[in-house]
């Protein structure tokens, strides 16, 4: 291997090791704050479970308060679910939530329900989750009671990223296509969504 | 008061105290096996949640596992849920969901999904949880995909649950009735039994 391709090759690597260092801070950040009240959470204790110092955290990150930020967001997984009209919208809901799980191995709204078995004073999440995904949804719904349909329809979403989670990996809808999956599921979606 | 009232009084009490430590008892073991791995519980954590003596709890209900057996258990929560012919089922789950809730104070079903959060090597609370829903949902139900349609009917049944707890207590769902939640709920749920 010649010395240029052996710079590359090392620089590709100080990527990966990047890359893999702030996915796994990412990673430890999205579960300490799911899984503990926002005051207990620290950033040495994200920092000893993702393996890296506290000062790389902070100079990637910044402040705890911007790490919740960043690492807690709905927006994106709500810019792919609610990228289709009205009228085709559940069952894109349920193609795109199959699609996002695989994508990022692991669900994009599940973890608000996670919550719900801390009491946290904050309910920083629970705030986040109606703000981006429920009350979006009830903007985009005309007819009567858009908000409460808003309300259970992101119950269906959740619903089924938990069951195929609880049911995982021998479940039959581990081995169902998302063709299958839209068939069964999607017409209660597009009945709340159509408020008919 | 004469004496014959106040050792009533002091009987009543003294039940009135047992039961109250029983539910102390029953509520901090529910919380600590849904938050934590079965192998990190511990007695002694669950007494002193409770308020009680560990020794008080091995008295009342034997072993760690047969607590967690105690604990955790959906069957009444299922004998109350399917309750009702297929051709009335989906609008009695959203009711007897509804009023599952209330009578308790909390949701029945909810907490094998908090243990999503966990890396749990037994996963003792989702085998309990298939068996004892999903498994006899789906040996109630004809026609084709009766796993997939109970696992599907499990789910929505799960978000509901959470979608209520998630948008409390301001919620469009905090402050509808049961029987308009079951307007809109019922018929997806419906379709998944009927498998139509």
Request: charged fraction near 25%; proline fraction near 4%.
């Amino acid at each position: 291997m010649s010395s240029t391709d052996g710079s590359v090759a090392a620089t590709a690597d100080a990527q990966a090791g990047a890359e893999t260092g702030r996915e796994a801070i990412v990673r430890a950040a999205r579960r300490a704050f799911t899984l503990r009240p926002y005051a207990e959470v620290t950033m040495r204790g994200i920092a000893a479970a993702a393996g890296v110092s506290p000062s790389l955290i902070v100079k990637r990150f910044g402040s705890k308060e911007a790490l919740f930020n960043t690492v807690v967001d709905f927006r994106s997984a709500a810019d792919e679910l609610f990228a289709a009209p009205p009228s085709a919208l559940g069952r894109h809901l349920v193609l795109t939530m199959v699609e996002l799980r695989e994508r990022f191995r692991g669900d994009p709204l599940l973890r608000v329900v996670f919550s719900l078995g801390i009491e946290d004073e904050r309910t920083l999440l629970r705030a986040r989750f109606r703000e981006q995904v429920t009350d979006r949804l009830a903007a985009a719904l005309t007819g009567p009671d858009a908000q409460l349909r808003a309300e259970l329809i992101a119950g269906q979403l959740l619903g089924l990223g938990a069951t195929l989670s609880l049911h995982r990996p021998d479940g039959a809808g581990s081995h169902a296509t998302a063709e299958r999956l839209a068939d069964l599921y999607a017409p209660g979606l597009q009945r709340l969504i159509d408020g008919a």
